[in-house]
C-alpha cells in the first residue's frame, strides 16, 4: 500500500512542480515514446546481457513483492515453530529412529503435512530435513552442526537476493543510458543546425528529456524498488535462521519447549508470537500427531 503511495507521491510532486512553475507537457510527450524506446530497450538488453536466465525470471516473478511484502505472515511463524517443536520433541521422547520416516519422505509425514504453507517451501523443508538427518548420523557437535547451517543459509541467501542485486545494476546504469539518448538527440540537433531556433529548441528539449528519464526512473523507482527488494529478502532469511536456531538449541540439550522459546526470539516483531500465545498453540496439538 505505501508502495503505490510512494509512486503516486513521486509523479504528483515532480510533474505537478514542473507543471506549476510553468512547465509545457508538449515536448516531453513527443519525445516520451522514442527516449523510453531508447532507455527502457537498452536497459532491459543489458538486463539480459548481465543476468542469469534464472536470475531474469525470478526477478520479474519477485517484483510483485514490492507491492505484496514477504511471503511469511504470522501464522507461518507459529507454523514452523509448532513443527520444530514436533521434530525435536520426538527426537527427545522417541529417538532419532521414530523420525527418520518422517525426514526421509515429509510428503507423507503426518507432522510436515500440518503445514502445507512450510511444504511449499523446497528449501525450508530440505534445510530441516538434512540437518536432522546429519543429527542421525551422530553428527551431534552443536558447533559443526550450526556452521554447516550457517553455510547454507549464506549460500541460500546470495542466491535469493540475486535479483535485487541485478535491480539495483540497472537502477545504476539507467542514468548514464539517458546521456546515451541525451547525445544522441544533440547529434539529431546538430544534424539541423540551419533549423529555425524553434525547431533547434524542441529538438534540444527532446534531448534533455532522455536524461531526465534516466535519472528520474533510476532513482525514482528502480533503485527503491531494489533496496525494498532487498529488505524483503532480509526479512524472509529471518524465517530459516529460526529452524537453525532451534534445531542448535536442541543440540546443546534443551528441552523441545525451551527450543522453540529460543526461536520465538528470532521472529520479527510484528509478526512474533507472544511466549502464552505460542504455549496455546503447542498445547492444542493432537497428541496423536507424530
Known sequence: MFQIIGIVVVFVMVFGGFTLSGGHFDVILHSLPYEMMMIGGAAAGAFLIGNKPK?????????????????????????LLSLLFLLTKMMKTKGVIALESHIENPKESAIFTRYPRIMKDHFAVEFICDT??????????????????????EKHHHEAADPAHAMQTMADGLPALGIVAAVLGVIKTMGAIESPPAVLGGYIGGALVGTFLGVFIAYGFVGPFAAYMTAIYDEESQFYKIIQSVLVAHLHGNAAQI?????????????????????????EIPAEVG
Open 132 to 153: 536432522l538427518r546429519m543429527m542421525t548420523m551422530n553428527l551431534e557437535d552443536p558447533h559443526q552442526v550450526e556452521d554447516h547451517m550457517e553455510n547454507q543459509l
Open 259 to 283: 527450543s522453540v522459546e529460543i526461536g520465538r526470539g528470532g521472529i520479527p516483531t510484528k509478526m512474533q508470537p507472544s511466549f502464552l500465545e505460542m504455549e496455546k498453540t503447542l498445547d
Open 55 to 79: 536470475t531474469v525470471m525470478k526477478t520479474m516473478g519477485d517484483l510483485g513483492k514490492v507491492f505484496t511484502g514477504s511471503k511469511w505472515k504470522a501464522s507461518d511463524y507459529t507454523d
